[in-house]
């Protein structure tokens, strides 16, 4: 018998209506008790956490992550991944399919919950391919991905640009309940391109990506979206005219839900020149006016979800040895050259998020855009819906005891090789966030406390 007391905490619950001083107590990995702060008093043997100050929410779930496992190991592995999850506060993440090979058969969703059932850390929902390796032409079989565990299905890295195709995953999505996530982008707009077209695209002589890239593939699937019975989540939003389109088809009744990242609502694209290849993303940063439309879309409930779309790359990968001495903080950057943008368009697309993304999310809360309640529906709630996570997502009695504890008021500067990811590429890298996560608890094991580590050290 497994028991766990929490102490005195902010209890953030939405989906119960709880926000208040109170106790939790844990049992065998269920909630067993909630009652107001100092009334539960520990049973034997129980572990008691102090939460003083504390916030106690249910366990944060980021719908959108690559795990890089199986193919990549020099990235990422589906141990290291969940080992920065449950750093980030995260008690589940759902991992994409472009692996090598692509996650379009039941033997590769087995392996990757195989070792994560190793680990016995951080949950990982397997998110199938929609099509035979990530092709965008042949459907994988729906019911053999379900049935060996996916949880959503998405071709994330690749748009699917065959209509039809789309129209018959979206027969199977309505059939079988599972969303299909899709990753917006117009290739015939987005071809040589490495970050949004705009002053600092034209400042550093590189090709621009327009937001039409994003919004016409948008308006596209939206309109398949509206006239069918499916669920369909628009990954990654970065643009304001793409947050106008989801809200529009959201007043028309289509099931669909949408997730933005951290990256996308703090920066714009102006920090590609301080952090170049290491602010190359896919959706690429924007301009601030998209910034501020994405705000105010999480706000108003628009937009439904946060992801960190973490993507771990290796520096040779980015071509960091070449294009790293380019860009420093203050330092001005000057046009490249032929060769150095040429280089900077090869340079592969993605930032770690894991560890990052509460603090960033965090100083939304801070300076009240965003409620603290509204933060986590976005990032628990949400999320557990979308997977179709049952237990997930409350902390009401009788539920699956996956709780994220957070210090709101922690200040801390961003170290990337404190990270336990493998992998180090953030345009975060000595920034000041306020708020992290101390203690992240699975099935009610504490699998990361942050006190300890530190006591440790």
Known sequence: ????????????????????????????????????????????????????????????????????????????????????????????????????????????????????????????????????????????????MIRAGARMFSDDGFPI???????????????????????EEDRALTANGVMNAGETSNHLGVTGIPATAETMRVRRDLALAIGSEAPVHIAHVSTAEAVQL??????????????????????????????????????PLRNRADVEALTAAMADGAIDMIATDHAPHDPASKRMEHLGRLFSPGKPVPRLSADEAEMFAHAANGIVGLETALGLVLSLVHRGIISAARMVEMMAVNPARLLRLGENGSLAVGALADITVIDPNCEWIVAPHKFKSKSRNTPFAGMRLKGLAVATIVDGEVIFDRRREAAVQ
């Open 161 to 183: 640009d065959d209509q039809a195709v789309l129209a018959r995953a979206f027969d199977e999505a309505a059939r079988m309940g599972f969303a299909i996530s899709l990753h």
């Open 1 to 144: 018998m497994t028991s766990l007391l929490l102490k005195g905490g902010r209890v953030i619950d939405p989906l119960s209506g709880v926000d208040g001083l109170y106790d939790l107590a844990a049992l065998d990995g269920e909630i067993d008790a909630l009652e107001p702060a100092g009334t539960i008093a520990a049973p034997a043997g129980a572990l008691v956490l102090d939460c003083g100050g504390m916030w106690i929410v249910p366990g944060l779930i980021d719908p959108h992550v690559h795990l890089r496992d199986p193919g990549f190991p020099e990235k990422e592995t589906i141990v290291s991944g969940l080992q920065a999850a449950a750093a980030g506060g995260y008690t589940t993440v759902a991992a994409m399919a472009n692996t090598l090979p692509a996650n379009d058969s039941p033997q590769t969703t087995q392996y990757m919950l195989a070792r994560a059932r190793e680990l016995r850390g951080t949950h990982l929902v397997p998110v199938a391919a929609v099509t035979k390796g990530l092709q965008g032409r042949e459907l994988v079989d729906f019911d053999a």
């Open 246 to 283: 989801i809200r529009a088809a959201k007043q028309r009744g289509a099931n669909v839900t949408s997730e933005v990242a951290p990256h996308h609502f703090i920066l714009d694209d102006s920090a590609v020149l301080t952090w170049g290849p290491n602010a190359r993303m896919a959706p």
